[in-house]
T-cell receptor, first 114, second 116 residues
Framework: AQSVTQPDIHITVSEGASLELRCNYS??????LFWYVQSPGQGLQLLLK??????LVQGIKGFEAEFKRSQSSFNLRKPSVHWSDAAEYFC????????????FGTGTRLKVLA | GAVVSQHPSWVICKSGTSVKIECRSL??????MFWYRQFPKQSLMLMAT?????????EQGVEKDKFLINHASLTLSTLTVTSAHPEDSSFYIC????????????FGQGTRLTVV
């Protein structure tokens, strides 16, 4: 069965520090992979996506993610975190069985210390 | 990117009443729409998939008589929570896709439902 795992429920980093949020997926074929950010009470904002091609993808707000097929991972990174990055981050797998039915990870809540 | 609009963004209703949530694709034709539910501090759980002009396909454990989904046009899908109860209080999010080529699903901003 398809699944998405985000091992870290909470992460706390200091402002200016680097960040890596982990995401592992289970899916037979190469899926479409996404990272979304959600502020409290808000909808989802797409940070970046991977469909094919270059395995290192650049997104908005200085985020990037690397697809590693051998590890079934799609980790999100940012070299220097800003206080405004504090939010909930969701990894998602899409394009399952030819549709855009997404499966979301459980999310990682990021706290940024001033 | 394409825009998906949900309305209302929040709603409070009395227990036993029904409430309708709209999801509109503003600048593309959404052949498929998805409805998700998100409990506080939890992830999004897919409730159902609806294709324009067809009956919705519900995920296991989702009551189709409780959560009525209509996708009568290529730009509008509605979710009606019937005979709402406090346990139906949640954040509901829709997404829409035109299912063509290398597109993705685009998400609405969500609707916060509170049943009192």
């Amino acid at each position: 069965a398809q699944s998405v795992t985000q091992p870290d429920i909470h992460i706390t980093v200091s402002e200016g520090a680097s960040l890596e949020l982990r995401c592992n997926y289970s899916y037979g074929a190469t899926p479409y992979l996404f990272w979304y950010v959600q502020s409290p009470g808000q909808g989802l904002q797409l940070l970046l996506k991977y469909f094919s091609g270059d395995t290192l993808v650049q997104g908005i707000k200085g985020f990037e993610a690397e697809f590693k097929r051998s590890q079934s991972s799609f980790n999100l990174r940012k070299p220097s975190v800003h206080w405004s990055d504090a939010a909930e981050y969701f990894c998602a797998v899409g394009r399952l069985s030819g549709t855009y039915k997404y499966i979301f990870g459980t999310g990682t809540r990021l706290k940024v210390l001033a | 990117g394409a825009v998906v609009s949900q309305h209302p963004s929040w709603v409070i209703c009395k227990s036993g009443t029904s409430v309708k949530i709209e999801c509109r694709s503003l600048d593309f034709q959404a052949t498929t729409m998805f409805w998700y539910r998100q409990f506080p501090k939890q992830s999004l759980m897919l409730m159902a998939t609806s294709n324009e002009g067809s009956k919705a396909t519900y995920e296991q454990g989702v009551e189709k008589d409780k959560f009525l989904i209509n996708h009568a046009s290529l730009t509008l899908s509605t979710l009606t929570v019937t005979s709402a109860h406090p346990e139906d209080s949640s954040f509901y999010i829709c997404s829409a896709s035109d299912q063509r080529g290398n597109t993705e699903a685009f998400f609405g901003q969500g609707t916060r439902l509170t049943v009192v």
